[in-house]
């Protein structure tokens, strides 16, 4: 007996309660337990006997949802602490989950966003994803097996190399996109760290600092925190996001191919629009709304670079120990400036590696256009990086082209390589790609004038070296000078 569940709404204020949708392949009951997750998991509610209809997900469930009616309510309390909550039914791995936030914005206190688009987008639950061609994905459905929990070991991560990966994954009975997306990456590292040394949080989910009262959860604020994978955004979630840095706030991308897509979320946060390469077939193209058309950030037809906030893009970035992209990378960053605040307590000195032990450098990484000056890396401040932004440490990247890429193209797909020279430089000829060809996960910061402030580490993995002396010290760095807004 399988049991497959989602929730909805997928985020509440505690005391709100939570819709619980059950399906299997007969009908049964389950217990049902909801668990906060973390350092130290913590059981919070239980139904011994939940029913559970028999009933499977349609055919369209990956872009229109289950649609399955709410079986059970989770009646959450207003004592629950924000944080991340796992459903658990019975022996099977998880698929549900919402986030419970704090009634009101604690100023002092790091508001983590999940990347929850990006877990939309490579969830492959009913057979598909936005990586096997499809431009929908919807959140009313359960995440595959791995995207919520997973074991440790060897082969979990994607710079573990293609084959430990692929058997790791086929021996758990995995979605082989778990490595790519889902709590239980980087997010989830992040959390167990940050507990583990005293660090409250606040949780929000894309879709909250996408709504209209967005204001409402970043007021006050002093850090904003993107961590792991965050690489889907809407146009709200980039203007609350900026309002928020322009108004003094704090942001730290603890994350890699952060802000590459734009998409949209429709029929009420159900269904999340995402064409891709295939812009041109969506509705909005070549409409009075074409800036909302989801290309690339980058993209002219968006006209709103990610390097504008971030200070750094995939498009000059790419990968780091993936496959043939610098397969046999240090997997650490070249330190360029040890002198920062940034590296503070950390001893580093110019040409230190930062990271090697734990592959910090890897996977997805962001970067910007470099030039030399005195034999030290500067940003040209091309592609939207901002004025003053400062150049900490970098690391080669690349990103994939028709002989360093592991997976097929998609239906409609292009290479990255050919569609950033493509779109970024009207020619996607061998010259025009070997402009964008040798990028860089680059480590890096910069200051708005009203007194924001941005830090980037330019890479998805940052989290799985915070037991890494420097890491955690450089991480504390940036969560404690973020201290109290006047």
Not at 79 to 108: H, I, K, L, N
Not at 141 to 168: H, M, N, Q, T, Y
Not at 215 to 233: A, F, K, M, P, Q
Not at 343 to 364: A, C, I, N, Q
Request: glycine share 12%; charged share 25%.
């Amino acid at each position: 007996m399988s049991v497959l569940s989602y929730c909805w709404p997928q985020s509440v204020v505690a005391g709100d309660p939570v819709d619980l949708h059950l399906g299997g392949d007969a009908t049964t009951t389950v217990r049902v337990e909801v668990v906060r997750d973390g350092l130290a998991p913590r059981s919070y509610w239980q139904d011994d006997d939940a029913a559970v209809a028999a009933r499977m997900m349609p055919d369209d469930a990956p872009e229109e949802g289950c649609g399955w009616p709410a079986t059970t309510q989770i009646p959450t309390g207003a004592d629950w602490p924000a944080g991340m909550y796992v459903v658990r039914t019975g022996d099977d791995p998880p698929s549900a989950w919402f986030v419970v936030r704090s009634p009101e914005p604690r100023p002092g206190v790091p508001l983590l966003k999940l990347a929850t688009n990006t877990w939309n987008a490579y969830n492959d639950a009913g057979g598909s994803n936005l990586y096997t061609g499809a431009v929908h994905a919807s959140p009313q459905r359960p995440l595959a097996p791995g995207f919520l929990e997973k074991p440790s070991g060897r082969g979990e991560r994607v710079v573990d190399g293609a084959a430990e990966f692929l058997e790791f994954a086929i021996e758990r009975g995995l979605s082989l996109w778990h490595g790519m997306s889902g709590w239980s990456a980087q997010e989830r590292q992040f959390v167990c760290w940050a507990e583990g040394h005293g660090i409250e949080l606040d949780y929000a989910t894309d879709t909250d600092v996408d709504t209209p009262d967005a204001h409402g959860l970043l007021d006050g604020r002093t850090l904003l925190l993107s961590v792991g994978h965050d690489e889907y955004w809407t146009w709200t979630m980039r203007d609350r996001v900026e309002e928020f840095v322009a108004d003094g706030g704090h942001v730290a991308f603890l994350s890699g191919n952060a802000l590459y897509w734009q998409v949209r979320l429709e029929d009420e946060e159900r269904r999340m629009a995402a064409f891709k390469h295939r812009y041109l077939e969506d509705p909005v193209f070549g409409t009075d709304d074409e800036h909302l058309t989801t290309t690339m950030w980058a993209d002219p037809l968006v006209g709103r670079p990610e390097a504008t906030l971030t200070g750094v893009t995939f498009t000059r970035g790419g990968y780091h120990r993936v496959h043939l992209s610098a397969p046999s990378g240090s997997g650490a960053y070249e330190v360029h400036r040890p002198g920062h605040w940034l590296f503070d307590g950390t001893d580093l000195r110019r040409g230190d590696l930062l990271g090697s032990k734990h592959s910090v450098v890897g996977y997805e990484c962001d970067g910007c256009e470099l030039t030399l000056v005195d034999g030290l890396p500067v940003a040209t401040g091309s592609g939207g990086t901002p004025d003053g932004f400062e150049v900490l440490a970098t690391a080669p990247a690349t990103a994939f082209d028709e002989h360093t890429t592991p997976l097929p193209v998609a239906e409609g797909g292009e290479y990255e390589l050919e569609f950033h020279a493509r779109r970024l430089l009207g020619d996607d000829g061998p010259a025009a790609q070997d402009r964008l060809r040798h990028g860089h996960a680059v480590l890096g910061t910069w200051s708005h004038p009203a007194g924001g402030s941005v830090v980037t580490v330019g890479c998805t993995d940052w989290a799985y070296g915070l037991d890494d002396p420097r890491i955690d010290r450089i991480t504390r760095n940036v969560i404690g000078r973020a201290g109290p807004r006047d």
